[in-house]
């Protein structure tokens, strides 16, 4: 029998299966090449695991998984945020089933190990069979690395990782106005919606700078709001202002309503009439410049900015992604409020995340439909790509490497491919 | 004589309750939602909550919290063919039940129920079970629907986005 006949897999090469330009389908549904994502990049790289705004007291705690490792991001009693594998040192039970709270320390069910805030293990029950055979104090919960900016918190497994901020790198600045949304206030998480479509994780993460698709895959949701805010939103499509660019790292932006990148800089334009009566009460307490800056800020910034590879601050809001397999993703969407700012105000940023975003959103419930038929379409042709190249023809590179095109390129896509590229090549 | 005339106008009322519960029902999956529409009274709210203890929807993230602006807008989105997840959206089988008469004013009754809904949509069925609580009102003497919650038991996990109502 030739050795021919048996199958083998190799992944040395998968970093080829995607071209500047193309990539393979079988990026989207190959379970060998989603194995080694998870290794070379969620498993190597700086993934945000919460917003601080979530971790405000000693105790405080949520819970989320990086790939498939469920970990505890936690603010111990020194003010510290800590980010331990969620596992208990013993036999491996999971040490905390909350999705959020307020905890003194994490208690394995399995044998009553428990462990304090920072990871450290406190206290095991009948320990003289232990005597001599290990030590508490080799056995705290696993921790990650932790990197914070602005508020968001980032957690990786490699020991040997770049510092956060070199790897935010030309996305800071983007990241700083995005905060501006907070109106003077800090910004707060304030709920989150969570679906999952059947499809592979880089179809979301290569939608939020394809502006491309916006109106048309979004026609219901325009339709349901005023012609005002409407021809605001899809200017983009015809305006000269309105870009995507790469920003290094996997990361890149797609601007669309350019006069909404830096809410400090107020154009004076007529505030939207939607929000009438919203102005009329703000009035009572706030003055006129206050007003305007917090009406202005309500549909937060006018770009998304993408981080690679699993969060998107975008527009008002998180997008955070998780790879569930080869062929599944979940999607958070995480809507943010002003950290003691009015109640009437953070009420309408509530009814607007509502209005678009999640699983009966007017919006979300199209994009899922749209990436699940890229799924489903994708197994068609094995050998027929599929293009990341719209706008190579008017791209254009700035000194420090950034590219810029249109607002409906595809530059973005070709930026995180491009660090897709790097890190899987990595062996 | 005067508790027993009540005790025979909550069961008679309840019993409207009930069968208008029903009929919304069948008019949601056959996705008759103009009809639906029509139910309503104009002043009040679809409710369907992330947070199982809120009872602050206003103050709230929820999946919706429609007034009768935002009902009509989700009709019209379901029903204007622009709309793919809606213009192919699964066909669905609802069973209400377990029905409970939580307080009964002299013309409107809160009426709390179990619902569980099968999704069929290429080949894939997913349930959607959830607590309901209707608040109708009988005041102009037909029925009309004053708030409907609907609390999904899995609603802080992630859920299937879906095309149409619960």
Sequence with gaps: MSDTLYQ?????ALHRRALPDRIAPSLYYDPALFEAELERIFYKTWIWVAHESELPNSGDFRTTTIGRQPVIVVRDKSGAVNVLQNRCRHRGATVCEEHKGNAKGFTCPYHSWSYA???TLRALPYGDGYEGVCEKNDLPLKSLRVGIYQGLIFASFNEEIEPLEDFLGGAKPWIDLFMKQGAGYPIKANGEHKFRFKGNWKIQLENTTDLYHFPVVHKSWMKSIDDETAAVITSFMTSDDAFCRSLGNGHSLAVLVPELVDLDHDDGAPLPERFNDLVTKLAERHSPDEVRRIVRSLMGVGFNLNLFPNLALSMAFFRVLRPLSAEETEIRHVALAMDGGPDEANRVRLRIHEHFQGPFGFGSPDDAEAWERVQRGSHAGPDVPILVNRGLNRETTAANGEKTAHATDETGMREAYRQWRAMMEQA | MM???NTLFSQQTFARAVEF???????????????????WDTSGFYVVPIDPSTTDYAASLNYAYDDQDMREKRVQRMTSGYSASASDAARTVRTVSRFTLESAASEVVEVKSAQVIIAYKRGVT???????SHTVSFASGEPRLVEKVIRLIDSTEALSAIGFLL
Excluded: P, Q, S, V
Excluded at chain 1, 8 to 12: E, G, L, Q, R, S
């Design chain 2, 126 to 132: 997913t349930i959607f079970a959830a607590d309901l």
């Design chain 1, 117 to 119: 805030l920072d990871g």
């Design chain 2, 21 to 39: 519960i029903w009929r919304e029902a069948e008019m949601l999956d056959r996705r008759d939602y103009r009809a639906w529409l029509d139910l």
């Design chain 2, 3 to 5: 508790d027993e005339r």
């Design chain 1, 8 to 12: 083998t897999i190799n992944t040395d």
